[in-house]
């Protein structure tokens, strides 16, 4: 029955089958049964939109494969102090906390103030704060919850040479946070990751040069010029365990545009709806998300 069960999708798993007899909850709540169903699951972009008015939306990606989870749960709450806008985390390990924890943190520089109302990256270990405009970047150890600062690989800005500027973007890649650096005009798009968060230092693991013909004919709308195309081009997140590398069009929907860091190939998928002011994640639909509730 294990091995029935286990290819049933996670919503339908989790309200529904669990409760038809006490062998068959207690298959779906053993932690072994949880890990075979992730690796069966689908994994795919989750897009939510943080302003008004919200919304969500998932795109399926393909198979999660093999994968290894293990560990507590942790959740981490952020609020800034109206008075010196200072950041005060609290935290919570699910199944073992009765009560929320505060976290005490070490003096960060004024300049990591400017992080703390953007969106955080999570990668389980670690959490981060990090924004594109900013030299810096604050790191979180959940497990001994101690604060790191350290330099970004590059900040969003103009060169000196005209027209031409740069580009920087964040994402969770596996267990590391990554920082894409794009290089304007053209399609040149420089990968960081984030070797050893306590002493900061980051490695650069790829340049993609993406042809920029090629990509145009994946578009068959016609709604833009080759020139126009490339230029709102924007790299949101990783899939596949840190293969593929996903781009949209900035402020339009369509479909999404994957590059395989692995095989050099461009190809498209899905498509969304037009969300401006939106997050985006690698996401696997399964029950590790429902049982963490």
Not at 68 to 84: A, F, M, P, Q, R
Not at 94 to 106: S, T
Request: aromatic share 14%; with cysteine.
């Amino acid at each position: 029955m294990f091995y029935i069960l286990v290819w049933l999708p996670a919503d339908i798993l989790y309200h529904s089958v669990r409760y038809v007899c006490r062998q068959w909850y207690n298959i779906i709540q053993d932690p072994h049964f949880i890990k075979e169903q992730l690796s069966r699951s689908v994994m795919g972009l989750f897009s939510h939109k943080i302003k008004a008015p919200h919304g969500f939306q998932f795109t399926e990606f393909g198979k999660m494969g093999p994968v290894v989870t293990e560990g507590e749960h942790k959740v981490l709450g952020t609020y800034i102090n109206s008075g010196d806008k200072s950041l005060d985390c609290l935290m919570l390990t699910l199944g073992k906390d009765h009560a929320w924890k505060l976290i005490r943190r070490e003096k960060l520089s004024d300049a990591c103030s400017k992080l703390w109302l953007n969106r955080t990256f999570s990668t389980g270990e670690f959490i981060y704060w990090a924004r594109d405009t900013v030299s810096h970047v604050v790191a979180l150890d959940v497990e001994t919850e101690i604060f790191y600062e350290f330099p970004s690989p590059a900040v969003s800005k103009i060169l000196a040479v005209q027209s031409r500027w740069i580009d920087v973007y964040y994402s969770e890649r596996g267990k590391s946070l990554s920082c894409m650096v794009r290089h304007h005009p053209g399609l040149s798009v420089d990968v960081w990751v984030l070797s050893d968060p306590t002493s900061g230092e980051w490695k650069k693991i790829y340049k993609i040069d993406m042809d920029a013909r090629a990509l145009i004919s994946l578009f068959d709308d016609g709604m833009y010029s080759l020139s126009e195309e490339c230029r709102s081009l924007c790299p949101i997140a990783w899939v596949k365990n840190g293969d593929v590398l996903i781009f949209v069009v900035f402020g339009d929907s369509g479909p999404y545009v994957a590059f395989d860091v692995k095989t050099g190939k461009t190809f498209t998928f899905g498509r969304r709806e037009k969300m401006s002011g939106s997050m985006w994640c690698g996401f696997s639909y399964s029950l590790v998300s429902w049982t963490a509730n």
